[in-house]
């Protein structure tokens, strides 16, 4: 019979050798991220059931970081304590961070990244495959009746006017909480609501601080990692505020190739900081960057995931967080459709695009095979072009 040790020992191993993986494989961002880990911790592996998946994920929405990488991290806690939870994020993290300083050493040497367009155009079809998989699976579990559909509905549609996604988030929660709990407010219970913290900007510096500062760089990416909530672009406004307008390190041109950096590579998008500690100071600053932009999230996780049940037992915060994960859902499948006008573009994507759902629904195949498959034939297609 295996003890606890054996047990937790081989927990670690199993942690590390999956999340190597879905650093090296998962593309798309985190909206594919999530999807990829709902296909192997939820349908696969069955270490969590959907409805334990959609409460992480709501919890992760309640707090600052890159949510893919939080997921991770809240993954290995549960399946392996504080041990699993440093594993899980930093193998997660690990693969990304080496291909970005490659792409890195390139941008440096040469003044350009090599192309890899052809390995994006075979897998972001199959990638939206995945997201779509994951959005009607979990969506059959987070939107039951009426009013959970016409809360997701409205959430979708407000996140194509351009209303705020921490927002959508938040108000997500509260009607959902307002709704269950609509007995109580008229019997005049107090309501009190778990309502994500906002980003409240530093006084800025009107003088440009010149001189390079590997110390300077790691506060800032630390403070960068301890507030930001929502997508890269939101990311894409904090740097742009500190490293080219206030610091003035960078140029906007620069600014925006370690973006797409951290867009087109797999792993978590977080990592455009290693691009830019590198071109800045070199792999020791890459590092630093890296380091400090992440260590928020193990922190954030470790403290809000021995929590998770006790909100899960509130019914007014349990209701607020099923309102965050219907949230979560409408923004997942905003963001799906943006990425599948602009990826689906061709006949050739279209039908390997729906190719990969029908696999993954009627076979359930892997979908790192998928994406693997996906390069491949995006490559050989543009060899037959």
Known sequence: MMNRRDFTTKSLVE???????????????PAAHI???HDTFVKRRKWLTDEQFLDLIGATNLIPGPNSTEMAIHIGYLRAGWRGLIVSGVCFILPAMAIVLLCSWFYVKYGSIPQIAWLLYGVKPV??????????TLGKKAIRGLIPGIIALAI??????????LALIALGGIIMMLIVNRNRLLN???AHCLIPLAYIPLATVSERVS?????LLFFNFLKIGSVLYGSGYVLLAFLRADFVVRLGWLTDKQLLDAISIGQVTPGPVFTT?????YILGGFPSALLATAAIFIPSFVFVAISNPLIPKIRRSPWIGSFLD???????????GVAWQLGKATLIDPFTVILSVTSLALLIRFRINSAWLIGGGALLGWIWSMLR
């Open 323 to 333: 309102g965050v994960n219907i949230g979560s859902l409408g923004l997942m499948a």
């Open 35 to 37: 999807a990829i880990m």
């Open 15 to 29: 942690l590390s050798l999956l999340f190597l993986k879905l650093g090296l494989t998962a593309f798309g961002g």
């Open 188 to 190: 005049a219970y107090g």
């Open 127 to 136: 990638v939206i495959a995945i997201i779509l998989q994951a959005l009607v």
């Open 273 to 277: 900081a290693t691009f830019i500690g």
């Open 156 to 165: 979708v549609i407000s996140y194509f006017l351009g209303i705020n996604e």
């Open 211 to 215: 001189a390079f500062s590997p110390a």
